[in-house]
């Protein structure tokens, strides 16, 4: 499997989805999820990073909304977006 992008190279314009609200948003099993993150190299490259800290053991996935988007052609209406400060 190849190594999931590290935080500093996504794009801050699209909120990180938990491995949770991805599931919720795109209407999936959690085995569908694994199976991706396992067996899908190319999902894993473009679509998952990992935000545990450097050379730990335990990977903390996060999913930005715009990069699975884009991976699964879901049109920019239907992605989740960042919501504005108050």
Known sequence: ???PL???QLRTESPLLTKTELRQWLKVSDMWVRIQIEENPD????????????????????????????????????????????
């Open 6 to 8: 590290t935080p500093t």
């Open 43 to 86: 999902f894993v490259q473009r679509c998952v990073i990992d935000i545990a800290t450097p050379g730990s053991s335990r990977r903390t996935y996060r999913f930005p909304a715009r990069a699975v988007a884009e991976y699964l052609r879901i049109p920019e209406y239907a992605t989740p977006q960042l919501t504005a400060a108050a």
């Open 1 to 3: 499997m190849e190594q």
